[in-house]
């Protein structure tokens, strides 16, 4: 068994047992594999170990490994874009993808309808939110989620899923569990007007446990399964 795929049973059990504390079930919380910044040999070693939902950040490194393993015959995997999107890197995203779970803004949501190809299912949409109000972090604001996704609700090329937001970093629970409830009873609120919400990704692998408690139903995952990150802008 490779590296990855150790790493990949750790986060799984890891998961199981934080679903189990809360009389949840694991099958209910999906997991991303943040693959971004990592070798396409990496993304394989986990596709090998039965992962098929990975996450990327940066536009054009996601699209070559899209495209790399396309032509190598792997089609069964999810890609999800997770980072900051610029709207003059939106066309490669709405052709290769599958999801963005990052949208922020009118402006980026509208370039991914316009330039989603009609024979590609829509691309489903999760909105970013700044649960933390940290000013160097993405995501929209509580009172302007509502009708961000009333408007990519409109759009034909697109599929509202979900919510998704990064917590504070910190090790403290209580703080980490007051972000997380506050986007979990947001999320429930919208699900009743947008009955196509299904996802809460919220969870990283620090804080997995405290998300998972709290409701999230997929978790995005990096370091734990692939060792710590080189970050860079795109």
Same mark, same amino acid.
């Given at each position: 068994?490779?590296?990855?795929?150790?790493?990949?049973?750790?986060?799984?059990?890891?998961?199981?047992?934080?679903?189990?504390?809360?009389?949840?079930?694991?099958?209910?919380?999906?997991?991303?594999?943040?693959?971004?910044? +990592?070798?396409?040999?990496?993304?394989?070693?986990?596709?090998?170990?039965?992962?098929?939902?990975?996450?990327?950040?940066?536009?054009?490194?996601?699209?070559?490994?899209?495209?790399?393993?396309? @032509?190598?015959?792997?089609?069964?995997?999810?890609?999800?874009?997770?980072?900051?999107?610029?709207?003059?890197?939106? !066309?490669?995203?709405?052709?290769?993808?599958?999801?963005?779970?990052?949208?922020?803004?009118? +402006?980026?949501?509208?370039?991914?309808? =316009?330039?989603?190809?009609?024979?590609?299912?829509?691309?489903?949409?999760?909105?970013?939110?700044?649960?933390?109000?940290?000013?160097?972090?993405?995501?929209?604001?509580?009172?302007?989620?509502?009708?961000?996704?009333?408007?990519?609700?409109?759009?034909?090329?697109? +599929?509202? !899923?979900?919510?998704?937001?990064?917590?504070?970093?910190?090790? @403290?629970? =209580?703080?980490?569990?007051?972000?997380?409830?506050?986007?979990?009873?947001?999320?429930?609120?919208?699900?009743?007007?947008?009955?196509? &919400?299904?996802?809460?990704? &919220?969870?990283?692998?620090? @804080?997995?446990?405290?998300?998972?408690?709290?409701?999230?139903?997929?978790?995005?995952?990096?370091?734990?399964?692939?060792?710590?990150?080189?970050?860079?802008?795109?």
């Amino acid at each position: 068994m490779s590296d990855i795929a150790q790493h990949l049973l750790q986060v799984q059990t890891r998961i199981a047992e934080a679903a189990a504390l809360v009389g949840r079930s694991a099958s209910e919380i999906q997991l991303l594999a943040v693959s971004k910044t +990592k070798p396409l040999a990496a993304v394989l070693a986990a596709y090998q170990a039965g992962q098929r939902r990975f996450g990327e950040s940066y536009a054009q490194e996601a699209v070559q490994k899209v495209q790399a393993l396309r @032509d190598a015959g792997v089609s069964d995997i999810e890609w999800h874009f997770i980072g900051p999107l610029q709207s003059n890197k939106t !066309r490669p995203i709405a052709e290769h993808f599958d999801w963005v779970d990052s949208v922020d803004r009118l +402006k980026i949501a509208e370039r991914l309808n =316009a330039q989603r190809p009609d024979d590609l299912p829509p691309l489903n949409i999760c909105i970013q939110l700044n649960i933390s109000g940290e000013s160097q972090k993405s995501g929209t604001t509580e009172a302007q989620v509502l009708d961000l996704a009333t408007r990519i609700h409109q759009f034909p090329r697109l +599929k509202l !899923r979900g919510l998704m937001a990064i917590a504070e970093n910190t090790e @403290d629970d =209580a703080v980490l569990k007051q972000s997380f409830l506050r986007l979990q009873r947001l999320f429930g609120t919208l699900q009743q007007q947008f009955p196509s &919400m299904d996802t809460l990704s &919220m969870g990283m692998t620090h @804080d997995l446990e405290v998300a998972v408690a709290c409701g999230s139903s997929q978790v995005r995952i990096g370091t734990a399964i692939f060792g710590a990150r080189d970050d860079r802008q795109d």
